[in-house]
């Protein structure tokens, strides 16, 4: 399980303040969690989140290895705002079964269950999350989502985690583009894979460059790929590798 570390963000300007930065309309806490990243103005991720509805607060669920630099990048933004970010002694509880009381349904995809906060230690009910994530084409910080991550490229429409109705954003004008002014040529998809090769493998067509493997599952895996050149068997390692 991915140490996650809670941050809590107070004060009057709290929601305008997200709204202005994130990749998802943050009115939408009214209904549960919401699933947002910060991007680069270049449009590059930079980290992923949940944004937690709590009271007049908003919680912010972030992976530990993310939590300084993406609150020395959230003061950096704060300005005169009135917003404070403040550590808080919760923890993430998440499972896939029956959904203990005050917990949220996971907005990214139905199989991937409940999150709750509590001051209980970290825990989940020991869902094979990896299978999960691979079966549904999930990203995952640091493994499928890193600095040179396009949001679009990693499904995050799919997943629920950008509104292109909700204005403008950090990194919004790139995103826009890339939603309504390109095709995708290379993404995250699920292969169909023969053998068993470590995460970063490069994937290879015909000698050609095609991609890079990352999370597997049994005979499935995550990988980053050039579409246009991943059309029929490639060669990850030793391992023989299909789109799904």
């Known amino acids: 399980m991915t140490t996650r570390r809670i941050l809590r963000l107070t004060g009057a300007d709290t929601r305008s303040f997200l709204q202005g930065l994130v990749t998802n309309d943050v009115a939408k806490l009214d209904s549960g969690l919401v699933y947002a990243a910060l991007l680069t103005p270049q449009g590059k991720y930079l980290a992923d989140f949940f944004l937690v509805p709590d009271g007049e607060a908003v919680l912010l669920d972030v992976a530990e290895e993310l939590a300084d630099g993406l609150s020395k990048r959230l003061n950096m933004y704060r300005l005169r ?33 409940w999150r709750a906060y509590t001051t209980d230690a970290e ?4 869902s094979d999350w990896s299978a999960l994530r691979v ?31 909700k204005g403008c954003y950090v990194g919004q004008e790139v995103t826009a583009r890339m939603k309504h002014k390109t095709e995708l040529r290379k993404g995250l998809a699920q292969v169909t894979i023969d053998g068993t090769e470590a995460p970063g493998t490069p994937i290879t067509a015909d000698g050609k460059p095609v991609g890079t493997l990352l999370t597997q599952s049994g005979t499935t895996a995550l990988a980053y790929l050039r579409f246009d050149r991943a059309t029929g068997a490639m060669q990850a390692g030793s391992a023989t590798v299909k789109r799904a």
């Not at 917003?83 to 995809?109: K, W």
């Not at 825990?123 to 020991?126: F, M, Q, V």
Request: with cysteine.
């Open 81 to 113: 705002a009135d917003v404070a970010i403040s550590q808080t002694e919760l923890n993430l509880q998440r499972g896939t079964g029956p959904a203990p009381e005050g917990a949220f349904a996971d907005p990214r995809h139905p199989e991937l269950g």
């Open 123 to 126: 825990a989940d009910d020991g």
């Open 135 to 165: 079966a549904h084409c999930v990203p995952e910080t640091g493994i499928e989502l890193t600095q040179d991550s396009y949001i679009l490229e990693c499904g995050f429409e799919r997943l629920n985690g950008v509104d292109f109705r």
